[in-house]
T-cell receptor, first 113, second 115 residues
Framework: DQQVKQNSPSLSVQEGRISILNCDYT??????FLWYKKYPAEGPTFLIS?????DKNEDGRFTVFLNKSAKHLSLHIVPSQPGDSAVYFC????????????FGKGTTLSVSS | EPEVTQTPSHQVTQMGQEVILRCVPI?????FYWYRQILGQKVEFLVS????????KSEIFDDQFSVERPDGSNFTLKIRSTKLEDSAMYFC?????????????FGPGTRLTVL
C-alpha cells in the first residue's frame, strides 16, 4: 500500500539546468509534506517542506509546489549542481505532531558537469 | 550544529542473537523515532516514543522489538532474536515537541547485518 509514490526511480540532469522531482500521494488526510536528501552511508537530511494550506514554498535554489486537487507535489532545483546528486525522498505526515513520516521510494538524481 | 548520533555504524550478528542499537537524539528534542531501510527499498517507520512511552508503532514493530530511554540522553532499539530479514539500515530520528509539523532530524544510521 503505497501512500506516497515517487514513480521515477532516477533522473539525470546537466549542471545549471532545472531538476524536477515528482511525488504523488493517495491519502487526503496528509497535511504536511517534506523533502529529504540522502547521500550514501548517511541518514536522510531535511531539505524543504510545505503545509497543505500553501501551494508553493521556496528556499534558495529549492522550490516545492503542491497541487492538492491532483494530490501531487514536485521539487524544483534551479540551477542544479553536481553536489545535488543524491537520493531524494518525498515524505508526508498527517495533522499531528510526533507522527511517523511516510516515505516514497526515492528518486536518484544525477547532475553531470 | 546539534545532530543525532548512532552507534555502532555497522553491526554484524548471527541469526537468533539479540542486538541493541543506540542513538543519542538532539538534546532539546522530545519525540524520538526509529526507521529502517532494507537495501533497495523505501525508508519505513518502526516506532515513535514520547514522554517515556511508545506513541505509535507500525506492524513491523512486533514483539521482537523494544525501545527504551535508559537515561536522559540515550534512546535504544533492541531486537531480541534477529532474523535474516532484519538486515537493514536502522535510522534514529528526533524532533521537538510543541511545534507541530516540525521536520525530523535523522542520524547517520546503523547497518545491521544478520548472518
Amino acid at each position: 500500500d503505497q501512500q506516497v509514490k515517487q514513480n521515477s526511480p532516477s533522473l539525470s540532469v546537466q549542471e545549471g539546468r532545472i531538476s524536477i522531482l515528482n511525488c504523488d500521494y493517495t491519502n487526503s488526510m496528509f497535511d504536511y509534506f517534506l523533502w529529504y536528501k540522502k547521500y550514501p552511508a548517511e541518514g536522510p537530511t531535511f531539505l524543504i517542506s510545505i503545509s497543505s494550506i500553501k501551494d508553493k514554498n521556496e528556499d534558495g535554489r529549492f522550490t516545492v509546489f503542491l497541487n492538492k486537487s491532483a494530490k501531487h507535489l514536485s521539487l524544483h532545483i534551479v540551477p542544479s549542481q553536481p553536489g545535488d546528486s543524491a537520493v531524494y525522498f518525498c515524505a508526508a505526515i498527517p495533522n499531528q505532531a510526533g507522527t511517523a513520516l511516510i516515505f516514497g521510494k526515492g528518486t536518484t538524481l544525477s547532475v553531470s558537469s | 550544529e546539534p545532530e543525532v548520533t548512532q552507534t555502532p555504524s555497522h553491526q554484524v550478528t548471527q541469526m537468533g542473537q539479540e542486538v541493541i542499537l543506540r542513538c543519542v537524539p538532539i538534546s532539546n528534542h522530545l519525540y524520538f523515532y526509529w526507521y529502517r531501510q532494507i537495501l533497495g527499498q523505501k525508508v519505513e517507520f518502526l516506532v515513535s516514543f514520547y514522554n517515556n512511552e511508545i506513541s505509535e508503532k507500525s506492524e513491523i514493530f512486533d514483539d521482537q522489538f523494544s525501545v527504551e530511554r535508559p537515561d536522559g540522553s540515550n534512546f535504544t532499539l533492541k531486537i531480541r532474536s534477529t532474523k535474516l530479514e532484519d538486515s537493514a539500515m536502522y535510522f534514529c530520528a528526533s524532533n521537538k515537541a510543541g511545534v507541530p509539523y516540525n521536520e525530523q532530524f535523522f542520524g547517520p544510521g546503523t547497518r545491521l547485518t544478520v548472518l
